[in-house]
T-cell receptor, first 108, second 116 residues
């Protein structure tokens, strides 16, 4: 399969807590990207991590990549109600394919 | 930031008619555009990859004659759903990638198609 698989499928936390989502894949990649989708909208690019990088930060987001385990994680620190959305990882091979996503709910 | 404009955002049509959806990259050139279909609470299903000036590459199971894709310029790709049927009702999303292979995707806001 040439798409990532996110885990967990759904995650519910309280505002202020951290949220961690994981992405596993089976093929070689050029880079891995994380996206966010609010209900009924298009996706918004969050962060891109190249295959030779291990960790990347962007604001409250932290992404790690372990190519030996073929897995990546997205950590959102100090979550807010506005972070409620679906989060997808995408593998950049020749095209861009998405897994089923993690539906994150942050309760105020 | 890079902006992709997708129109229309919503369309309702009758069975048997055709619907055209436009996807424009407003402030960057997109050599590659992707078309996805998304069912409620599901992931994005890649329908086709569209490269400027060449024929689109369709995913297995996606009918080329049903979903016509044209990518005539570096800023515009269109998806035409021909002879639409109720089962074609879905959320269609386009995305565009810049000139660099490692560029992230920029997405349109999607088109909600309802076929009655």
């Amino acid at each position: 399969s040439q798409q990532g698989e996110e885990d967990p499928q759904a995650l519910s936390i309280q505002e202020g807590e951290n949220a961690t989502m994981n992405c596993s894949y089976k093929t070689s990649i050029n880079n891995l990207q994380w996206y966010r989708q609010n209900s009924g909208r298009g996706l918004v690019h969050l962060i891109l991590i190249r295959s030779n990088e291990r960790e990347k930060h962007s604001g409250r987001l932290r992404v790690t990549l372990d190519t030996s385990k073929k897995s990546s994680s997205l950590l959102i620190t100090a979550s807010r109600a506005a972070d409620t959305a679906s989060y997808f990882c995408a593998l950049n091979i020749n095209d861009m394919r998405f897994g089923a996503g993690t539906r994150l709910t942050v309760k105020p | 930031g890079a902006v992709v404009s997708q129109h229309p955002s919503r369309v309702i049509c009758k069975s048997g008619t055709s619907v055209k959806i436009e996807c424009r990259s407003l402030d960057f050139q997109a050599t590659t555009m992707f078309w996805y279909r998304q069912f409620p609470k599901k992931s994005l299903m890649l329908m086709a990859t569209s490269n400027e000036g060449s024929k689109a590459t369709y995913e297995q199971g996606v009918e080329k004659d049903k979903f016509l894709i044209n990518h005539a310029s570096l800023t515009l790709s269109t998806l035409t759903v021909t002879s639409a049927h109720p089962e074609d009702s879905s959320f269609y999303i386009c995305s565009a990638r810049g000139l660099s292979y490692n560029s992230p995707l920029h997405f349109g806001n999607g088109t909600r198609l309802t076929v009655t």
